[in-house]
């Protein structure tokens, strides 16, 4: 019985072969790896996933696609866990003594950023992560300060990402085809970070952006004086898009002093 796609659940359904090849490479499983993908779908990438892998847990939310997943694999081979990804521990998911959690997946544009700020709570677990999304989103992801898409996103996953858009993927690889361009992004975290509360950080830099047009000066009013803004090397006169992480931090570890 063929699955129609629920909009409700973000649903677009990889279909394009080729392209599911080049995302098979792009993450290259092997035996011996821990691995969850999240919103397996109609399991394209699974089962060329599980051709790699020993085994794989997915997190899949709609029940009928639970359904279908638990009668057409082998319960050794794929493990699912139903649920919502926004709230689900993966702390809990086993892993091999002196290995790290891979994940994957193709991510319902509707809840894209949030989960990629929970996942975040993970990173010290996690090895890497290979995400498809809306090609706006990774970009918005991997900007550089200057760029009219650098923004919160930007500081707050650079912080603790190292990513990389891998490459493009058109509508017409989806069924039924969404009406944006997807992206591939490869995000793997840092060994190392610049050392900072995050939740200082985060203060700093929602308030930064929160009026993009005007002057950080204003826009951190309240929060740090002029000469403070100075003193971490930061022209009271430029914009929020135009500082980089570094500067960011100092300012949060500024907040804690």
């Known amino acids: 019985m063929k699955h129609i796609a629920r909009k409700r659940f973000g649903q677009n359904f990889l279909t394009d072969q080729q392209v599911l090849s080049q995302i098979i490479s792009a993450i290259d499983p092997r035996p011996d790896q821990s691995m ?26 709609d029940r009928d696609l639970v359904a279908r997943l638990k009668k057409t694999f082998d319960p050794a081979k794929l493990i699912v866990h139903e649920g919502d990804a926004l709230q689900f521990d993966f702390a809990s998911l086993p892993v091999a003594e002196g290995k790290k959690l891979r994940v994957v997946g193709n991510l ?11 996942l975040a709570d993970f990173a010290h677990i996690i090895e890497d992560q290979h995400f498809m ?4 989103v990774v970009e918005r992801m991997v900007a550089e300060p200057g760029s009219k898409t650098y923004g919160r996103l930007s500081v707050m996953l650079q912080w603790r990402y190292h ?5 493009i993927v058109p509508p017409t690889a989806f069924d039924p085809p ?24 985060e203060l700093v830099v929602t308030k930064a952006f929160s009026q993009r047009r005007k002057v950080v ?20 006169q430029c914009r929020a898009e135009t500082i980089p992480l570094e500067q960011y931090v100092k300012l949060a570890n500024f907040l804690q002093n």
């Open 217 to 236: 000066r204003n826009c951190l009013a309240g929060m740090f004086t002029e000469q403070q803004l100075i003193e971490v090397g930061i022209d009271p």
């Open 36 to 61: 969850v993908e999240i919103g397996p779908g109609l399991a394209a990438m699974t089962r060329l996933l599980l051709a790699g892998l020993t085994t794989l847990h997915v997190v899949e939310l």
């Open 108 to 118: 319902p544009y509707n809840i894209s950023s949030p989960l990629l700020f929970h």
């Open 178 to 201: 969404p009406k944006v361009e997807s992206a591939i992004v490869r995000m793997i975290p840092k060994a190392t970070r610049l050392a900072c509360d995050v939740r200082k950080l």
């Open 133 to 136: 999304l809306q090609k706006e």
């Open 163 to 167: 990513m990389d858009l891998m490459f």
